[in-house]
């Protein structure tokens, strides 16, 4: 599934488990949780375009997190 399934469509999804398949940065911070965001294409995420949205990292992406492929 896309974000853009997602945002279309929020109800479906409504406290299900979902997985996408987009470009995610988590940023890590001294003395702070990391924060992630998905975005619709990494140029967005390199342009900072308002088309990304915050996730709850699990455990599993932070340790994979920076490991691109």
């Known amino acids: ?12 999804f409504d406290q299900k488990v979902v997985e ?12 702070h949780a990391a924060q992630a965001t998905l975005w619709l294409h990494e140029e967005d995420a390199r342009n ?3 088309n990304g949205i915050s996730v709850i990292p699990s ?3 932070l340790r994979e997190g920076g490991k691109n492929k």
Do not use: C
């Not at 996408?20 to 003395?31: A, G, K, S």
């Open 1 to 12: 599934m896309s974000l853009i399934q997602l945002i279309g469509n929020p109800e479906k």
């Open 20 to 31: 996408v398949t987009d470009f995610l940065v988590i940023e890590h911070q001294p003395r």
């Open 48 to 50: 900072l375009l308002p």
């Open 59 to 61: 455990e599993s992406m």
